[in-house]
Protein backbone atom coordinates (compact mmCIF):
# COMPACT_ATOMS: atom_id res chain seq x y z
CA UNK A 1 0.00 0.00 0.00
CA UNK A 2 1.56 3.75 -1.00
CA UNK A 3 2.29 6.19 1.34
CA UNK A 4 -0.58 8.63 0.19
CA UNK A 5 -3.28 6.03 0.66
CA UNK A 6 -2.24 4.98 4.26
CA UNK A 7 -2.30 8.37 5.20
CA UNK A 8 -5.75 8.91 3.45
CA UNK A 9 -6.66 5.89 5.49
CA UNK A 10 -5.47 6.97 8.52
CA UNK A 11 -7.03 10.39 7.98
CA UNK A 12 -10.53 8.72 7.02
CA UNK A 13 -10.33 6.60 10.54
CA UNK A 14 -9.47 10.01 12.56
CA UNK A 15 -12.55 11.80 10.99
CA UNK A 16 -15.15 8.91 11.73
CA UNK A 17 -13.69 8.79 14.81
CA UNK A 18 -14.20 12.74 15.85
CA UNK A 19 -17.68 12.45 14.71
CA UNK A 20 -18.87 9.52 16.98
CA UNK A 21 -17.27 11.10 19.98
CA UNK A 22 -18.35 14.67 18.81
CA UNK A 23 -22.36 13.13 18.27
CA UNK A 24 -21.76 10.64 20.92
CA UNK A 25 -22.45 7.47 18.74
CA UNK A 26 -22.56 4.39 21.06
CA UNK A 27 -23.91 1.90 18.82
CA UNK A 28 -22.36 0.39 15.67
CA UNK A 29 -24.80 -2.07 13.02
CA UNK A 30 -21.66 -4.41 12.32
CA UNK A 31 -22.29 -7.17 9.29
CA UNK A 32 -18.28 -7.67 9.40
CA UNK A 33 -17.94 -6.36 5.74
CA UNK A 34 -15.00 -4.15 4.97
CA UNK A 35 -17.29 -0.83 5.96
CA UNK A 36 -18.25 -1.38 9.31
CA UNK A 37 -15.22 -3.38 10.20
CA UNK A 38 -12.99 -0.28 8.84
CA UNK A 39 -15.63 1.82 11.64
CA UNK A 40 -14.93 -0.56 14.03
CA UNK A 41 -11.31 -0.65 13.98
CA UNK A 42 -11.92 3.39 13.68
CA UNK A 43 -14.11 3.91 17.24
CA UNK A 44 -13.96 0.37 18.82
CA UNK A 45 -13.25 2.78 22.19
CA UNK A 46 -16.23 4.74 21.90
CA UNK A 47 -19.21 2.69 21.39
CA UNK A 48 -21.19 0.70 24.09
CA UNK A 49 -22.61 -2.49 21.72
CA UNK A 50 -21.90 -3.40 18.49
CA UNK A 51 -25.16 -5.26 16.76
CA UNK A 52 -25.38 -7.85 14.18
CA UNK A 53 -28.61 -8.97 12.51
CA UNK A 54 -28.96 -12.35 10.26
CA UNK A 55 -30.97 -14.00 9.51
CA UNK A 56 -30.43 -17.39 11.29
CA UNK A 57 -26.54 -18.42 12.88
CA UNK A 58 -25.47 -19.74 9.34
CA UNK A 59 -25.67 -16.59 7.82
CA UNK A 60 -21.97 -15.87 6.54
CA UNK A 61 -21.64 -12.17 8.24
CA UNK A 62 -22.01 -13.96 11.98
CA UNK A 63 -19.03 -15.43 11.27
CA UNK A 64 -16.63 -12.04 10.40
CA UNK A 65 -18.50 -9.62 12.94
CA UNK A 66 -17.56 -12.32 15.78
CA UNK A 67 -14.12 -12.49 14.72
CA UNK A 68 -13.96 -8.38 14.74
CA UNK A 69 -16.05 -7.99 17.86
CA UNK A 70 -13.48 -10.84 19.49
CA UNK A 71 -10.38 -9.18 18.35
CA UNK A 72 -11.08 -5.42 19.52
CA UNK A 73 -13.02 -6.72 22.33
CA UNK A 74 -16.52 -5.20 21.36
CA UNK A 75 -20.00 -6.44 23.52
CA UNK A 76 -21.41 -7.91 20.92
CA UNK A 77 -25.14 -8.32 20.07
CA UNK A 78 -26.27 -10.82 18.26
CA UNK A 79 -29.80 -10.60 16.52
CA UNK A 80 -31.52 -13.85 14.53
CA UNK A 81 -34.62 -15.08 13.57
CA UNK A 82 -33.41 -18.35 14.28
CA UNK A 83 -35.31 -19.37 17.40
CA UNK A 84 -38.61 -17.63 15.94
CA UNK A 85 -40.81 -20.52 14.96
CA UNK A 86 -43.08 -18.58 13.10
CA UNK A 87 -40.71 -16.49 10.73
CA UNK A 88 -43.55 -15.35 8.04
CA UNK A 89 -45.28 -14.20 11.31
CA UNK A 90 -43.00 -11.65 12.60
CA UNK A 91 -41.28 -10.91 9.21
CA UNK A 92 -45.00 -9.32 8.20
CA UNK A 93 -45.21 -7.66 11.69
CA UNK A 94 -42.05 -6.41 10.50
CA UNK A 95 -43.52 -5.39 7.06
CA UNK A 96 -46.28 -3.90 8.63
CA UNK A 97 -44.25 -1.32 9.89
CA UNK A 98 -41.50 -0.88 7.66
CA UNK A 99 -43.31 -0.51 4.96
CA UNK A 100 -45.21 2.57 5.27
CA UNK A 101 -41.84 4.39 6.22
CA UNK A 102 -40.08 3.15 2.68
CA UNK A 103 -42.64 2.34 0.86
CA UNK A 104 -41.40 0.29 -1.87
CA UNK A 105 -42.19 -3.01 -3.03
CA UNK A 106 -38.51 -3.24 -4.42
CA UNK A 107 -37.78 -6.99 -3.02
CA UNK A 108 -34.19 -6.20 -2.71
CA UNK A 109 -34.56 -3.14 -0.67
CA UNK A 110 -37.29 -4.24 1.42
CA UNK A 111 -34.85 -7.27 2.36
CA UNK A 112 -32.17 -5.02 3.07
CA UNK A 113 -34.04 -2.96 4.80
CA UNK A 114 -35.77 -5.46 7.38
CA UNK A 115 -32.71 -6.58 8.85
CA UNK A 116 -31.33 -2.61 9.57
CA UNK A 117 -34.83 -2.20 10.96
CA UNK A 118 -34.48 -4.94 13.22
CA UNK A 119 -30.54 -3.54 14.08
CA UNK A 120 -32.01 0.11 14.87
CA UNK A 121 -35.18 -1.08 16.82
CA UNK A 122 -32.51 -3.05 18.85
CA UNK A 123 -30.23 -0.63 19.31
CA UNK A 124 -33.34 1.71 20.99
CA UNK A 125 -33.93 -0.98 23.40
CA UNK A 126 -30.71 -0.84 24.55
CA UNK A 127 -31.02 2.30 25.40
CA UNK A 128 -28.58 3.64 22.72
CA UNK A 129 -27.78 7.61 21.92
CA UNK A 130 -27.09 7.03 18.58
CA UNK A 131 -26.02 4.50 15.92
CA UNK A 132 -23.64 4.18 13.18
CA UNK A 133 -23.69 2.09 10.13
CA UNK A 134 -21.53 1.85 7.38
CA UNK A 135 -23.32 3.38 4.58
CA UNK A 136 -20.85 5.16 1.82
CA UNK A 137 -18.57 2.89 2.02
CA UNK A 138 -19.06 1.11 -1.52
CA UNK A 139 -20.27 4.63 -2.86
CA UNK A 140 -17.14 6.61 -2.30
CA UNK A 141 -14.65 3.92 -2.29
CA UNK A 142 -16.23 2.14 -5.31
CA UNK A 143 -16.69 -0.95 -3.20
CA UNK A 144 -19.17 -2.37 -5.44
CA UNK A 145 -17.80 -5.74 -7.87
CA UNK A 146 -19.80 -4.21 -10.93
CA UNK A 147 -17.32 -1.05 -10.86
CA UNK A 148 -14.11 -3.35 -11.03
CA UNK A 149 -13.56 -3.32 -14.62
CA UNK A 150 -14.82 0.59 -15.43
CA UNK A 151 -12.25 3.28 -16.98
CA UNK A 152 -10.90 5.31 -14.44
CA UNK A 153 -13.35 8.27 -16.43
CA UNK A 154 -16.57 6.31 -15.58
CA UNK A 155 -15.16 5.77 -11.97
CA UNK A 156 -14.94 9.69 -11.44
CA UNK A 157 -18.49 9.98 -13.20
CA UNK A 158 -19.87 7.27 -10.89
CA UNK A 159 -18.44 9.12 -7.68
CA UNK A 160 -19.67 12.86 -9.18
CA UNK A 161 -23.01 11.18 -9.09
CA UNK A 162 -23.11 9.74 -5.86
CA UNK A 163 -21.11 12.58 -3.87
CA UNK A 164 -24.43 14.57 -4.92
CA UNK A 165 -27.35 11.75 -4.55
CA UNK A 166 -26.92 9.00 -2.60
CA UNK A 167 -29.33 8.18 0.16
CA UNK A 168 -29.67 5.74 2.56
CA UNK A 169 -32.76 3.93 4.26
CA UNK A 170 -30.98 3.98 7.69
CA UNK A 171 -31.16 7.94 8.08
CA UNK A 172 -35.26 7.46 6.60
CA UNK A 173 -35.84 5.19 9.28
CA UNK A 174 -33.98 6.57 11.78
CA UNK A 175 -35.62 9.48 11.38
CA UNK A 176 -38.92 7.90 11.92
CA UNK A 177 -38.02 5.73 14.89
CA UNK A 178 -36.52 8.78 16.54
CA UNK A 179 -32.94 7.56 16.54
CA UNK A 180 -30.05 9.31 15.17
CA UNK A 181 -27.85 7.86 12.94
CA UNK A 182 -24.98 8.87 11.43
CA UNK A 183 -23.92 6.92 8.00
CA UNK A 184 -19.94 6.06 8.85
CA UNK A 185 -18.30 6.72 5.45
CA UNK A 186 -20.91 9.02 3.81
CA UNK A 187 -20.59 12.38 6.04
CA UNK A 188 -19.35 15.83 4.54
CA UNK A 189 -15.54 15.41 5.61
CA UNK A 190 -15.24 12.15 3.81
CA UNK A 191 -17.01 13.76 1.04
CA UNK A 192 -14.33 15.79 0.61
CA UNK A 193 -11.64 13.42 1.44
CA UNK A 194 -13.28 10.66 -1.15
CA UNK A 195 -12.93 13.36 -3.77
CA UNK A 196 -9.67 13.89 -3.45
CA UNK A 197 -8.46 10.18 -3.29
CA UNK A 198 -6.76 8.59 -6.32
CA UNK A 199 -8.89 5.88 -7.91
CA UNK A 200 -5.74 3.74 -7.27
CA UNK A 201 -6.44 3.69 -3.55
CA UNK A 202 -10.14 2.53 -4.24
CA UNK A 203 -9.65 0.22 -6.88
CA UNK A 204 -6.43 -1.90 -6.68
CA UNK A 205 -4.96 -5.43 -6.60
CA UNK A 206 -4.56 -6.86 -3.17
CA UNK A 207 -3.26 -10.50 -2.70
CA UNK A 208 -3.26 -10.73 -6.79
CA UNK A 209 -7.41 -9.98 -6.56
CA UNK A 210 -8.19 -6.78 -8.18
CA UNK A 211 -10.98 -4.98 -5.36
CA UNK A 212 -12.69 -2.35 -4.78
CA UNK A 213 -12.10 0.20 -1.17
CA UNK A 214 -8.25 -0.76 -1.28
CA UNK A 215 -6.95 1.44 1.46
CA UNK A 216 -9.85 0.55 3.63
CA UNK A 217 -9.00 -3.11 3.25
CA UNK A 218 -4.92 -2.79 3.33
CA UNK A 219 -6.13 -0.37 6.34
CA UNK A 220 -7.86 -3.63 8.32
CA UNK A 221 -5.12 -5.45 7.11
CA UNK A 222 -1.76 -3.82 8.70
CA UNK A 223 -4.04 -3.87 11.64
CA UNK A 224 -4.68 -7.26 12.18
CA UNK A 225 -7.69 -8.19 10.55
CA UNK A 226 -6.22 -9.84 7.64
CA UNK A 227 -9.17 -12.79 7.29
CA UNK A 228 -11.75 -9.50 6.84
CA UNK A 229 -9.70 -7.30 4.81
CA UNK A 230 -9.78 -10.24 1.77
CA UNK A 231 -13.04 -11.14 2.27
CA UNK A 232 -15.25 -11.46 -1.14
CA UNK A 233 -17.59 -8.49 -1.76
CA UNK A 234 -21.09 -9.72 -0.57
CA UNK A 235 -24.34 -7.90 -0.46
CA UNK A 236 -26.18 -7.30 2.45
CA UNK A 237 -29.01 -9.67 1.79
CA UNK A 238 -26.95 -12.63 1.33
CA UNK A 239 -24.34 -11.83 4.45
CA UNK A 240 -27.25 -11.22 6.57
CA UNK A 241 -28.98 -14.42 5.07
CA UNK A 242 -32.14 -12.32 4.75
CA UNK A 243 -32.34 -13.70 0.54
CA UNK A 244 -34.33 -16.16 2.34
CA UNK A 245 -37.11 -13.93 2.33
CA UNK A 246 -37.32 -13.81 -1.41
CA UNK A 247 -38.53 -17.39 -1.10
CA UNK A 248 -40.61 -16.60 1.92
CA UNK A 249 -42.48 -14.04 -0.41
CA UNK A 250 -42.60 -15.77 -3.56
CA UNK A 251 -44.69 -18.63 -1.51
CA UNK A 252 -47.54 -16.65 -0.83
CA UNK A 253 -48.14 -15.46 -4.45
CA UNK A 254 -49.39 -17.54 -7.22
CA UNK A 255 -48.25 -16.42 -10.88
CA UNK A 256 -51.74 -16.02 -11.30
CA UNK A 257 -52.54 -14.05 -8.32
CA UNK A 258 -49.39 -11.72 -9.51
CA UNK A 259 -50.70 -11.81 -13.48
CA UNK A 260 -54.22 -10.53 -12.19
CA UNK A 261 -52.58 -8.22 -9.45
CA UNK A 262 -50.01 -6.31 -11.86
CA UNK A 263 -53.21 -6.08 -14.31
CA UNK A 264 -55.67 -4.04 -12.06
CA UNK A 265 -53.26 -2.03 -10.64
CA UNK A 266 -51.32 -1.13 -14.55
CA UNK A 267 -47.53 -2.59 -13.03
CA UNK A 268 -45.72 -5.58 -15.28
CA UNK A 269 -44.42 -7.21 -11.81
CA UNK A 270 -41.09 -8.48 -12.11
CA UNK A 271 -41.38 -11.17 -9.64
CA UNK A 272 -44.10 -12.67 -6.76
CA UNK A 273 -42.16 -10.96 -4.36
CA UNK A 274 -42.83 -8.14 -6.26
CA UNK A 275 -46.52 -8.76 -6.41
CA UNK A 276 -46.53 -9.91 -2.20
CA UNK A 277 -45.17 -6.96 -1.46
CA UNK A 278 -47.81 -4.82 -3.12
CA UNK A 279 -50.22 -6.78 -1.51
CA UNK A 280 -49.21 -5.55 1.66
CA UNK A 281 -49.38 -2.13 0.29
CA UNK A 282 -52.34 -2.12 -0.71
CA UNK A 283 -53.49 -4.07 2.79
CA UNK A 284 -51.93 -1.21 4.64
CA UNK A 285 -53.84 1.33 2.46
CA UNK A 286 -51.19 2.97 1.35
CA UNK A 287 -51.28 5.00 -1.10
CA UNK A 288 -49.30 3.93 -4.63
CA UNK A 289 -47.17 6.51 -6.98
CA UNK A 290 -49.06 8.17 -9.09
CA UNK A 291 -47.63 8.01 -12.62
CA UNK A 292 -45.10 10.50 -14.01
CA UNK A 293 -46.66 13.62 -15.85
CA UNK A 294 -42.80 13.16 -17.96
CA UNK A 295 -43.06 10.06 -19.90
CA UNK A 296 -38.79 10.54 -20.51
CA UNK A 297 -38.62 9.72 -16.88
CA UNK A 298 -41.34 7.36 -16.37
CA UNK A 299 -40.74 3.78 -15.20
CA UNK A 300 -41.65 1.14 -17.81
CA UNK A 301 -42.76 -1.62 -15.46
CA UNK A 302 -44.75 1.00 -12.59
CA UNK A 303 -45.10 4.68 -14.22
CA UNK A 304 -43.78 6.16 -11.18
CA UNK A 305 -40.93 8.47 -11.54
CA UNK A 306 -37.32 7.84 -12.11
CA UNK A 307 -34.69 9.65 -10.55
CA UNK A 308 -31.19 9.20 -12.01
CA UNK A 309 -32.34 6.44 -14.11
CA UNK A 310 -33.38 4.53 -10.86
CA UNK A 311 -37.33 3.91 -9.33
CA UNK A 312 -37.68 4.05 -5.95
CA UNK A 313 -40.99 2.42 -5.83
CA UNK A 314 -40.50 -0.91 -7.65
CA UNK A 315 -36.52 -0.65 -8.38
CA UNK A 316 -36.10 -0.65 -11.83
CA UNK A 317 -32.43 1.06 -13.31
CA UNK A 318 -32.57 2.07 -16.97
CA UNK A 319 -28.92 1.71 -18.17
CA UNK A 320 -27.25 4.36 -20.46
CA UNK A 321 -28.66 1.84 -23.65
CA UNK A 322 -32.23 1.70 -21.95
CA UNK A 323 -31.63 -1.30 -20.72
CA UNK A 324 -34.33 -2.28 -18.41
CA UNK A 325 -32.74 -4.15 -15.10
CA UNK A 326 -34.49 -5.52 -11.98
CA UNK A 327 -34.98 -8.15 -9.61
CA UNK A 328 -37.41 -10.80 -11.30
CA UNK A 329 -38.62 -14.65 -11.54
CA UNK A 330 -40.32 -16.42 -14.00
CA UNK A 331 -43.15 -13.54 -13.16
CA UNK A 332 -40.95 -11.22 -15.61
CA UNK A 333 -41.70 -13.29 -18.91
CA UNK A 334 -45.34 -12.46 -18.55
CA UNK A 335 -45.35 -9.16 -19.60
CA UNK A 336 -42.47 -9.23 -22.57
Same mark, same amino acid.
Given at each position: ?S?A??????????I??????K??Y?????S????T????L???D??K &???T?A??????D????? !? +??? /? $??????????????Q?????????????PI?????P?????D??????????L??????V?????GD?????Y?F????S???????L????????F???I??N?????V??G??I???? &?????TP??C???????? !? +??K /? $??R?????N???E??T?K??P?I???????L??????K????????L???????????????????????????PR??????????V??????????RF????????????????E??????
Amino acid at each position: MSSACISIANTLSKIIKYEVTKGNYDVLLLSGGIDTSFIALSIRDSIK &YAITVAFNYEAPDIKYAR !L +VSN /Y $LGLKHVITTLSNVKQVSKVIDEYLNELLPIIKTIDPIEVACDVPLYIGLKTALELGCNGVVTGDGGDELFLGYSFLLGRSEEDLKLWLNNVLRNATFSSVIIGNYLNIKVLTGLYITKVK &YLAASTPISCCVNTLGKV !L +VGK /Y $LLRSYLSMNGLIEVATRKKTPVIYGSGFNELLKLWSSKVSIDEAIKLGNKYGIKLPSRPHAYLLKKLIQLDLDLPRECSDESKRCPVCGSCLVNNFCRFCGTYLSKNGAVQHYSDELVRTWY
